[in-house]
């Protein structure tokens, strides 16, 4: 079972913050976030293992929390290179390690 | 480094026909992964292979097989398409730390 990426949709302007949430229906051990532009592969933005950790990639930090099952993803002063489809991918408790269960994506449009 | 690598680019088939997509990597990585993205489903997996010589059936696995030909290699086939199967495919490989690298992807059109 996929899990539910909220907003599907936001558009900011530029210097402006966003937050994309990621929540499942089953224990996690681990978040990865990905970003892809139209038209290209995805590619990798972190990773986030149990514990509530919080990590950081420029202007964009996320955090874990194991308990709830979600992770949410921050994005500060957004730019205009931030737009495109963030998708988390969730390690999933049970399931095979090795694999990971994507979200629905959510589409980010920063305007000048 | 090409990193992961996939062809063709783009593919267009008549119902029935078969083909199959080709995925290497030079990155020395055990785990590889082949997903279909579709509008408004993201990333969904169709088959893995943990390691050379495994191979696992993933979210959607009908109407695909997978052959792991040595480590760098892992490949996707149609036997019979199917307009159902109109996709962009992604493949990827994975490193010990968890994080996956995507191919450039193989834009898929049955007709």
């Known amino acids: 079972q996929q899990p539910v990426q909220s907003p599907q949709a936001v558009i900011l302007r530029e210097g402006e913050d966003a937050v994309i949430n990621c929540s499942s229906s089953?224990?996690?051990?681990?978040v990865h976030w990905y970003r892809q532009k139209h038209g290209e592969a995805p590619v990798f933005l972190m990773i986030?293992?149990?514990?509530?950790e919080q990590k950081g990639h420029e202007k964009i930090s996320a955090s874990f929390n194991e308990k709830k099952q979600q992770s949410s993803l921050y994005l500060t002063a957004s730019q205009l290179s931030y737009s495109g489809t963030y998708f988390c991918?969730?390690?999933?408790?049970?399931?095979?390690?090795?694999?990971?269960?994507f979200g629905t994506g959510t589409l980010l449009a920063v305007q000048p | 480094n090409a990193g992961v690598t996939q062809t063709p680019k783009f593919q267009v088939l008549k119902t029935g026909q078969s083909m199959t997509l080709q995925c290497a990597q030079d990155?020395?990585?055990?785990?590889m992964y082949w997903y279909r993205q579709d509008p408004g489903m993201g990333l969904r997996l169709i088959y893995y292979?943990?390691?050379?010589?495994?191979?696992d059936k993933g979210e959607v696995p009908n109407g695909y097989n997978v052959s792991r030909l040595n480590k760098r290699e892992f490949s996707l086939r149609l036997e019979s398409a199917a307009p159902s199967q109109t996709s962009v495919y992604f493949c990827?490989?994975?490193?010990?730390?968890?994080?996956?690298?995507f191919g450039p992807g193989t834009r898929l059109t049955v007709l």
């Open positions: 990827a490989s994975k490193e010990s730390t968890d994080t996956q690298y």
């Open positions: 089953k224990a996690l051990y681990s």
């Open positions: 986030l293992l149990k514990g509530g």
């Open positions: 991918g969730t390690g999933v408790y049970g399931g095979a390690t090795n694999k990971l269960i």
């Open positions: 990155m020395n990585h055990n785990s």
């Open positions: 292979s943990a390691s050379e010589g495994t191979t």
